[in-house]
Nanobody, 123 residues
């Protein structure tokens, strides 16, 4: 059974930085693509970034150049370094495990979501 535990969120001023972590249970980690999603109040959950098992990365246009996704397979952990944060980055952030299809698009594998971690960007 998969379990994903997100941490590292908090309140930060515009222009600040945060580093999110997601610890995964199970033996699947190193073979899976890992992703970060976010959901702002009143909005649909959106894909922010993903990293393949081979460590290729992909980012939403809204975070490109500001966010960096990385993974440590020895620790079963995926990270999201967020720099130059903006108020519109305010959301609950969730990590996910899945695959990348033939077109290079990320696909979720399980219906499970962790509890997420709240990021609030405000002065």
């Amino acid at each position: 059974q998969v379990q994903l535990v997100e941490s590292g969120g908090g309140l930060v001023q515009p222009g600040g930085s945060l580093r999110l972590s997601c610890a995964a249970s199970g033996t699947f980690f190193s073979s899976k693509a890992m992703a970060w999603y976010r959901q702002a109040p009143g909005k649909q959950r959106e894909l922010v970034a993903f990293i393949t098992a081979g460590r290729s990365t992909n980012y939403a246009d809204s975070v490109k150049g500001r966010f960096t996704i990385s993974r440590d397979n020895a620790k079963n952990t995926v990270y999201l370094q967020m720099n130059s944060l903006k108020p519109e980055d305010t959301a609950v952030y969730y990590c996910d495990a899945g695959t990348v299809d033939y077109s290079g698009s990320y696909r979720r594998q399980w219906a499970y979501w962790g509890q997420g971690t709240q990021v609030t960007v405000s002065s």
